[in-house]
């Protein structure tokens, strides 16, 4: 990089695409536990997509709790190498509930599991994630 400018516009961006694809699942033909797994997928693949742009772009105080000002007063790789480890455990998790989705479509676990499972989950990653410095 260049030059370390502060930008949010990829990350409204990633909004965006976030919203729309909730919006398209919405009008798929499934039932309630197909769309819950449906949505609950988008959201951890949108987690994994948000973390690995912000890997690639280094736009690591976006949501990490990390000030811009920090961010740019340190090394790109050190910012890279924050950043991957966020998107690391994300990616993780993301293929964890892919599998769970398609076990519990077999099991025909109910709703609430699938809910729970992708919550509690997500914030475990994230509270996972706290532990990450930035040196």
């Known amino acids: ?48 997509l948000l973390t690995y742009v912000i890997y690639k772009t280094e736009r690591i105080y976006w949501y990490t709790g990390v000030m811009y000002e920090e961010a740019r007063d340190v090394p790109s790789e050190k910012r890279k ?8 455990r994300f990616a993780a998790y993301a293929v964890l509930y892919l599998v769970y989705s398609v076990v519990s479509g077999f099991m025909k676990l109910s709703v609430g599991m699938d809910v729970t499972f992708m919550c509690v989950g997500v914030i475990a990653v994230a509270i996972s994630t706290i532990n990450i410095k930035l040196e």
């Open 81 to 88: 190498e924050y950043a991957k480890k966020h998107f690391e």
């Open 1 to 48: 990089m260049n030059e370390y400018k502060k930008s949010y516009g990829g990350l409204v961006l990633l909004f965006v695409i976030y919203i729309a694809a909730l919006t398209v699942a919405v009008f798929l033909p499934f039932n309630t536990k197909g769309m819950t797994l449906i949505t609950m997928n988008i959201s951890c693949i949108w987690f994994v």
